[in-house]
């Protein structure tokens, strides 16, 4: 086994502390990746603290992880020693079921291994996330990072690029759509910046006012404030699509009266209680509410490629891994710009 430093927490309320854990030996088609940063998402948030039911403890999380390959088994074709890789939401899966054939092994049937707060395929053995030294992973689920990037700012890529890439695909975002983006955090900045580079006329929804100068610096050409009654009537039936990243509870039926005729929104973000919806908000529109998870490791390099084509990363800033706990509490004050990113040297 290899011994890696780590940091995690022992129960919902606890703080974050070192740790150590033990990453199994490199086997045939496995790769030992040293991290260089790992993104913190606030599905970390919503897991440390058991807001979704079922964590288990001690937990390690972190799922927008890279760095650099440090040693790969010898049946490894994709990666070799000194490339850069990225690892995102999931470390396995069964391969063989009709979603896994498919390229959505965010689905498989057998329920895919996440990367952390979940277990290997054995169902047995525990997995832990990126707030670490070092991950082995089998090569499949392994993402190839173009040289010269900027490794931090591509660490929240793993997780929220692909989240925010994959429904803008799905709803074929193209030049002169109307998007409209919820919530400016980690996830709202990624779809501010991909929706505005395929072509799409973006405007921020947020809370903050203080986001507004930065939402148009990321590409948003329009700006409204969603603590202000009147954005829901002025901006009514207005938008194409409706990309919805918050993480707490929210009227969804204030936000589906300004999709447009035939339009469509998709919830992103997971609050931990549910949310009434009449079904006159979809039906007085002929509107869609949809969802998404993350995307397949295929669709999650094709991200990887255009986000690296398109240079686009995430704005990060990068935090000592003794700063987390302080991370989470200012994430959940909104006061995000627009992502951290634990510094790995620092664990
Ligand atoms: P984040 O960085 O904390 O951003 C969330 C944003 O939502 C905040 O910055 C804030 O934006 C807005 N917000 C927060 N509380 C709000 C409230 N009470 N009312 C209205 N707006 C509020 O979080 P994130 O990492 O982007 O994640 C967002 C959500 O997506 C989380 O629930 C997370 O678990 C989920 N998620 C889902 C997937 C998936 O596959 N579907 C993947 C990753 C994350 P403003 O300041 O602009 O209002
Ligand atoms: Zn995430
Ligand atoms: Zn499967």
């Keep these: 086994m290899i011994a890696t430093k780590a940091y995690a927490v022992q129960s919902p309320k606890s703080p974050f502390a070192p740790f150590e854990i033990a990453r199994r030996e490199v086997g045939e088609h496995d790769v030992l990746i040293e991290i260089a940063y790992c993104g913190i998402c606030h599905s970390d948030v919503h897991q440390v603290r ?19 390959v440090a040693r790969v088994g010898k049946g490894v074709a994709k990666l070799k020693q000194g490339d850069l890789a990225g690892v995102g939401c999931m470390v396995d899966s069964c391969r ?8 959505l092994e965010q689905f498989c049937e057998r329920g895919a291994a996440m990367t952390y707060n979940g277990t290997e395929m054995d169902r047995k053995t525990p997995t832990y996330g990126g707030y670490s030294s ?55 900045h990624m779809a501010v910046k991909l929706a505005a580079s395929m072509g799409a006329e973006v405007t921020m929804l947020s809370t903050s006012r203080s986001k507004e100068a930065d939402a148009r610096r990321l590409g948003a050409h329009a700006f409204a404030l969603t603590s202000d ?4 009537k002025k901006l009514a039936g207005r ?33 931990p209680t549910p949310a009434p919806l009449h079904a006159f908000s979809l039906i007085g529109g002929n509107r869609s509410l949809g969802g998404s998870l993350i995307g397949g490791i295929a669709e999650t390099q094709e991200m990887l490629d ?42």
């Design 306 to 347: 255009y986000c690296a084509q398109h240079e686009i990363v995430s704005d990060v800033e990068v935090v000592p891994a003794g700063k987390i706990d302080e991370a989470y509490e200012r994430m959940l004050r909104s006061d995000v710009r627009y992502r951290f990113v634990i510094d790995a040297k620092t664990l």
């Design 229 to 232: 009654d009147s954005t829901f």
């Design 50 to 68: 058991n807001e979704w039911g079922g964590s288990s403890y001690p937990m390690v999380p972190g799922h927008e992880i890279v760095g650099r």
């Design 134 to 188: 070092q991950v082995v992973v089998d090569e499949r689920f392994t993402l190839k990072i173009a040289p010269g990037v900027d490794l931090a700012g591509t660490a929240p890529l793993l997780c929220a690029g692909i989240t925010t890439y994959s429904p803008l695909r799905r709803w074929r975002t193209k030049k002169g759509d109307r998007v409209a983006v919820v919530g400016l955090g980690g996830l709202g």
């Design 239 to 271: 938008f194409d699509l409706i990309v919805d990243s918050i993480s707490a509870p929210h009227d969804l039926n204030k936000y589906l009266g300004m999709v447009r005729i035939g339009g469509a929104m998709v919830l992103l973000g997971v609050p």
């Design 96 to 103: 063989v079921c009709e979603s896994c054939r498919r390229d």
